[in-house]
């Protein structure tokens, strides 16, 4: 009778996340998130436009914001790991409508960007099979990021690590070789090393102005990267690892964007036609390509080709499980149907999984074969949204430690602190929202104002609004007071 009771208890045991993400996959998930088109693409337009220092000081600048939004976040997830992540720490730290519409925005915006990356996979494959219906692609890889995810964490996790340690291991075959032209061992037609600075308007071009719109290329290059706090919820040891994948974002990002920025600036001059291409249509105009063609690789436009495919995979594989994990929080927390907070056995969210990949596939149909301009709203309102939850952490975690300390509790009991409060969420909260409001203040300047363009740009904080406010409306709810707030035994968190 008791073994038939403890039988029972066993059996109807409640269902949660797994633990089963390693600090392996949690530093490729912080530093791979950031590594794609961005990098491998667009960073040639940087430098035409804004010159090679210019270029520079913006990813610099840009990288110093997104290391003081890791470290915010780096406290807060350690000190609460859930799948919720920001969303969970705006509701309970800033305002509960706040925090559900900063779920929302964020679930939206990679439900979105995933059918955006079923259509770069299009593109990439093109290279190859020119006569292939494109859409077959889109539909294979779909299938297949739904089956990475759908199996386990582990098979996310497992395939976004080898993603991202492709992505990785070629920008460190690009900076080697980058060095060793810039040193003569390897010779190139192109290397012309500090000159590139002096040449023409360099290393400023454009100005002021020139440098802000370089800076909305390079913040878009670093979105992701706030995935590693949506991961905390399924991390093992998250005290231990989160701390430890944070630590090493500030070098990675010295390392993978600052130092190879350098050496393209270095190697090919901003006056370079090629460099004014964003496009990935034809990846001959990378500069990653031009860099490695230089360098006696004949076969760089197929090399590279293949490694943004694996970007485009990587992105769309860890927008579905964000996705997918943030709408599973916001059902648990009675912010959406609850059958989306449903758990397979192994701990899956799978209906929420198969709703998210409902809604990409149908922006990715509206794109192929259906009005293309809805498919393009689609696509600017999600553009905001990554720094809308850049915002979102900077202000939960400047009023999580303000109220932490309001009610006299040790800073030595958390996991992890951030050695920059205050200044380390103040400074990236104002940079991110100068490249928010500036991401078109090009059309207010014009002699008359392009109302299409700016709606179609800025619709985005809008409709973050409205979804806050309706909420507030529509609940009561107020911000939260410093000594309401409510700190979890972080110790009883990591249990599984």
Request: aromatic share 16%.
């Amino acid at each position: 009778m008791l073994e038939k009771n403890i039988n029972k208890t066993v059996t109807h045991r409640p269902k949660k996340l797994q633990r089963a993400l390693k600090s392996r996959h949690l530093a490729m998930i912080a530093v791979g998130g950031s590594i794609g088109t961005g990098l491998f693409v667009a960073s040639g337009a940087t430098i035409s436009q804004a010159g090679p220092g210019g270029a520079l000081l913006s990813y610099f600048l840009i990288g110093l914001m997104v290391y003081f939004l890791m470290t915010s976040l780096g406290e807060l997830a350690a000190f609460m790991p859930v799948s919720g992540s920001f969303a969970t720490y705006g509701a309970k730290y800033v305002e509960e409508g706040f925090g559900f519409a900063l779920g929302w925005n964020y679930w939206y915006n990679w439900a979105v960007t995933i059918a955006v990356d079923l259509v770069a996979s299009q593109l990439v494959m093109h290279y190859w099979f020119p006569d292939t219906p494109s859409w077959i692609w889109s539909a294979l890889f779909l299938a297949l990021i739904f089956m990475l995810n759908y199996l386990s964490v582990k098979g996310f996790a497992e395939s976004e690590y080898w993603f991202s340690l492709i992505k990785v291991t070629t920008v460190i075959v690009f900076i080697i070789l980058g060095l060793l032209m810039i040193l003569g061992v390897l010779k190139g037609n192109k290397v012309t090393g500090w000159d590139n600075w002096t040449l023409g308007e360099a290393p400023f071009v454009g100005g002021f102005s020139a440098m802000i719109g370089v800076a909305m290329i390079v913040g878009f290059s670093f979105q992701g990267t706030e995935l590693v706090g949506v991961a905390a919820g399924e991390s093992q040891e998250p005290a231990k690892n989160i701390p430890c994948a944070i630590r090493k974002v500030f070098w990675r990002i010295l390392l993978f964007y600052i130092l190879a920025i350098l050496i393209i600036s270095l190697i090919i001059p901003y006056t370079d036609p090629h460099l004014l291409h964003n496009d990935i249509k034809d990846i001959s105009v990378s500069p990653f390509t031009l860099v490695f063609q230089n360098a006696g690789l004949l076969s760089a436009a197929a090399l590279m080709n293949a490694v943004i495919l694996t970007a485009v995979l990587s992105a769309g594989n860890s927008g579905m499980y964000a996705a997918t994990r943030m709408l599973f929080t916001l059902a648990s927390e009675g912010k959406a149907p609850k059958i989306f907070a449903r758990l397979s056995d192994n701990g899956v969210p799978r209906h929420a999984l198969c709703a998210t990949t409902l809604v990409s596939a149908l922006c990715f149909f509206s794109s192929m074969f259906g009005n293309q301009t809805v498919y393009l709203w689609l696509l600017n309102t999600s553009g905001m949204t990554g720094f809308i939850a850049w915002l979102g952490i900077a202000i939960s975690h400047y009023r999580f430690r303000k109220g932490y300390i309001f009610q006299n509790r040790s800073l030595n009991a958390l996991p992890y602190q951030s050695s920059f409060f205050p200044w380390g969420p103040i400074f990236a909260f104002f940079v991110c929202l100068m490249i928010t409001l500036g991401q078109n203040y090009q059309a207010f300047l014009a002699d008359s104002i392009d109302w299409y363009s700016v709606t179609a740009t800025y619709i985005g904080l809008p409709l973050f609004f409205s979804i806050w406010f309706g909420y507030k409306l529509l609940h009561g709810t107020k911000f939260v007071q410093y000594s309401e707030m409510k700190f979890p035994q972080w110790q009883d968190d990591q249990k599984i």
